[in-house]
């Protein structure tokens, strides 16, 4: 039994949270073969990922293809359907539009050697292992086979088996997170998994956020770097702070173990507010022997600035800023000139100013996606306007 898997291009992301804190993928595009070994720090997590030496181990940028089956199979879960198969059949320039991997032939090429390495990597993991047994191994996916009609030989598609593990995993909606659509624009391995480990961590942890050392984020991504290169990869980052959803903090950083504060953006506002509430007011000096009796008042005007500042936090403007922020003009005067020719030459024919209107809206609406530098966001956004409404565009 089989069911095809309609294209929701406007559905949440969901991922699969036991793989998202996990040492599952390999974080670099070279191939790996060494094996993945982890064990909790209390002994009750076991995982083991093995490659096969032809492909090398599944990548955390072939995940991006295990996201999009979850989510998928999720809405059509939330919409009622009952009869869901691990066996999905799909039209792969859906999946590689979504995934934003581009229909090239080379982004076919991609997907299929994806494909091979999610079918050929072995996870063997005791997380989910039922009551009869100690362990559970498993690949990815069982199969994938190209659909192609015999009369015609044009393609129909895939067909891909997915294992029980994963299906069955998905499928329980308390197994599942929400995850950015902007999590497919990330481009490096470790922000791609930092982000994920930092959703599972840090979404239920309200205006706190998570907080984990170096050592143990580098023990739990299963990364080959050296732990100096690794940590040094996590300040990077830190300072960056551009993964989408996530604020991150590094804590006690010129200490020998530095760690990282993981803060869903949702809730900035909540650490301002409560820092602008904590803030003691400035205790004024005493007064000197014999002025008891008069008030400088050079120094009460000192004295009530100083307790003004202490009532907002230092981020406070800015964050009131991003909040509401207010960009008015033409495309042409606002954006870089270099995005602003790119996108007239890559993206014709669009009114690009009713298109930063709408941006501006998406923004408003969306203050935790405010982006560092807008000229370089609004030209993702039209991008991906081009690409799913070119075909409106008269010749």
């Known amino acids: 039994m089989f069911f095809t898997l ?5 559905i949440s992301l969901r991922d699969y949270q036991e793989t998202m804190q996990r040492p599952f993928f390999s974080l670099a595009k070279r191939k790996r073969v060494k094996p993945i070994e982890y064990v909790s720090p209390d002994k009750s997590v076991t995982v083991h990922v093995s490659a096969n030496p032809t492909y090398g181990m599944a990548t955390i940028w072939d995940a991006d ?19 869901l198969s691990p066996v999905v059949r799909l039209q792969p320039g859906d999946l590689l539009k979504r995934i934003c991997w581009g229909t090239s032939g080379r982004a076919y090429e991609r997907l299929v050697s994806a ?29 994938y086979t190209h659909l192609v009609d015999e009369r015609t030989q044009r393609s129909l598609g895939m067909e891909i088996t997915l ?18 659509p902007l999590y497919f624009e990330i481009t490096s391995g470790l922000g791609k998994w930092l982000y994920r480990a930092s959703r599972k961590h840090a979404g239920g942890n309200g205006a706190d956020g998570f907080v984990i050392g170096f050592e143990t984020l580098h023990q739990k991504s299963g990364s080959e770097s050296s732990y100096p290169v690794f940590k040094r990869k996590l300040l990077d980052l830190a300072r960056t702070n ?8 590094v804590v ?7 760690k990282m504060r993981m803060v869903m953006r949702r809730h900035m506002d909540e650490r301002a507010r409560a820092g602008r509430r904590a803030a003691p007011l400035p205790s004024p000096a005493p007064p000197a022997a014999g002025d008891d009796a008069m008030i400088d008042p050079r120094q009460a005007m000192k004295l009530i600035a100083q307790a003004a500042g202490g009532l907002r936090s230092p981020g406070a403007d800015k964050s009131k800023a991003r909040r509401a922020p207010v960009i008015t003009g033409r495309a042409s005067e606002i954006l870089d000139a270099d995005v602003h020719a790119a996108i007239r030459s890559e993206f014709p024919g669009w009114d690009y100013d009713e298109l930063m209107r709408r941006f501006d809206a998406f923004l408003g609406s969306n203050p935790h996606e405010l982006p560092r530098n807008y000229s370089k966001r609004f030209y993702g956004f039209v991008k991906e306007h081009h690409r799913r409404n070119k075909y409106q565009l008269r010749s």
């Open 252 to 258: 006690n950083a010129d200490s020998p173990k530095p």
């Open 242 to 249: 551009e993964l989408p959803d996530i604020s991150l903090e």
């Open 65 to 83: 293809i295990m996201i999009y089956l979850a989510s998928h199979l999720n809405e059509l879960r939330e919409r009622g359907l009952n009869d």
């Open 6 to 10: 309609p294209d929701f291009s406007d």
């Open 163 to 180: 294992s029980k593990w994963f299906f069955d995993g998905v499928m329980d909606k308390r197994n599942v997170l929400a995850i950015s």
């Open 115 to 143: 494909l091979d390495r999610l079918q050929a990597t072995t996870i063997k993991t005791n997380i989910r292992a039922s009551a009869k047994s100690r362990e559970t191994t498993f690949s990815w996916i069982d199969s």
